[in-house]
């Protein structure tokens, strides 16, 4: 199976810009989601690899195949791509048969009869539905149609898998087998699968890479765990999971630390800096509940921890932790623990790993910008 390599794809519909000059290169083999809210560019990006839109500029090759390059004009039909598509809406043919829905791309290539009889019980036994050829769409529950629809990308043996949103339709407990029957079924076929999801937790357990995207452009390209622990960036880390931004300014900065006073409470806090920090910069300081404790006023406190004076406001006890809001100056932060019954004044500790620090977030997206909000 070959790479997929986009390069400085951009799209524009009537003077607006949504995509900005896109760059990205998946590996063979790999499941690849493109990952971000609503509006961000992923379907697009998936229809410029399709050959459903064709990009303002830009270029996209699989393997040593190019099939978009403005520079030479170079625009292949979706037709002669050879991609395997499958949309959120199975888009079934409601009066064809499950093996005659398999037929209709193969029919367009122009393959014998005898050869379509064969692949088509092949693509329907690798979804395990050869038992049910001759039934149509509407005799098929929601998760077995949308297993025919990927049956139906896969049966012409395309190079590549593009997925929009495939298990959407499906109810939550549904989804959630349907997310590790794909997966399996992805990495035992090894084919290289571009999967689109605004769904973080779906793009979390099934990828091998991640591209977060906003508003057209892509904010960091990792594997989940890395995405998780280490977001690129303040908006990045709002979007995947939950966290506390607080504002602040650097003090003083000096050999990969830096004295940071936060604008809520006027404390000053020393954190470990990645990036080059200088005094007088806008910062977000940012850290995730759950790698966060509380403790009470008088406790004795670990070295090399961040202590934050606050007060507990609500208690929620979701079965598997507590859940608390916790008043800082005029913000709220969220914790979670699973030691319940803490009320009144605590310390809030932040080890010092758990701090990740932020230019002052620049969020262009209206989502992402009210995701923060709830902890600011
Ligand atoms: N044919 C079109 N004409 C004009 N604008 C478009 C067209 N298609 C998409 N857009 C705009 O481009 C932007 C990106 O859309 P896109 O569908 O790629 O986002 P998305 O991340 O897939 O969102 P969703 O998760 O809601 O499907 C949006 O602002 C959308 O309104």
């Given amino acids: 199976m070959p790479d997929v390599a986009v390069k400085n794809l951009r799209k524009d519909f009537g003077g607006v810009t949504v995509l900005h000059e896109v760059s990205f290169t998946i590996r063979d083999g790999e499941f690849f989601t493109l990952l971000g809210p609503s509006g961000c560019g992923k379907s697009t990006t998936l229809s410029c690899l399709a050959g459903l839109e064709q990009p303002t500029s830009g270029s996209i090759a699989v393997g040593d195949t190019v099939l978009v390059d403005d520079s030479s004009n170079k625009f292949v039909p979706p037709e002669e791509r050879n991609l395997g598509m499958v949309f959120q809406s199975y888009a079934l043919w409601p009066h064809m048969t499950l093996a005659e829905n398999l037929a209709m791309p193969l029919n367009i290539r122009k393959v014998s009869k005898a050869e379509q009889k064969t692949l088509i019980h092949d693509a329907l036994e690798k979804v395990g539905l050869a038992h049910l050829a001759h ?31 495939p298990l959407s339709n499906l109810d939550a407990k549904l989804r959630e087998q349907a997310r590790i029957w794909l997966k399996r079924l992805q990495s035992e076929l090894g084919i290289t699968t571009v999967y689109v999801t605004h769904d973080q937790e779906e793009a979390l357990a099934m990828s091998d890479r991640i591209a977060v995207m906003s508003n057209g452009h892509m904010l960091q390209v990792a594997p989940p765990h890395e995405i998780y622990e280490r977001p690129a960036t303040a908006e990045v880390a709002a979007f995947i999971g939950r966290s506390n931004f607080i504002d602040g300014t650097v003090l003083a900065a000096h050999g990969g630390a830096a004295t940071v006073r936060l604008e809520e409470s006027g404390e000053t806090i020393n954190v470990a800096v990645s990036e080059q920090a200088t005094t007088g910069d806008l910062v977000t300081v940012a850290f995730r509940p759950e790698k966060v404790f509380l403790t009470n006023r008088g406790a004795e406190l670990p070295a090399a921890a961040i202590v934050l004076n606050a007060d507990i406001i609500t208690t929620s006890y979701v079965g598997s932790r507590y859940e608390y809001d916790l008043k800082y100056g005029s913000k709220t932060l969220l914790v979670d623990s699973t030691t319940g019954g803490l009320t009144g004044a605590v310390r809030l500790v932040v080890p010092a790993e758990a701090v990740r620090l932020y230019p002052r977030a620049n969020v262009v997206s209206k989502d992402v910008a009210e995701l923060m909000a709830v902890t600011h």
């Fill in 135 to 165: 039934r149509y769409p509407h005799q098929l529950s929601g998760g077995q149609q949308q297993r025919v629809a990927l049956a139906r990308a896969l049966v012409y043996s395309p190079k590549v898998l593009l997925l929009d949103e």
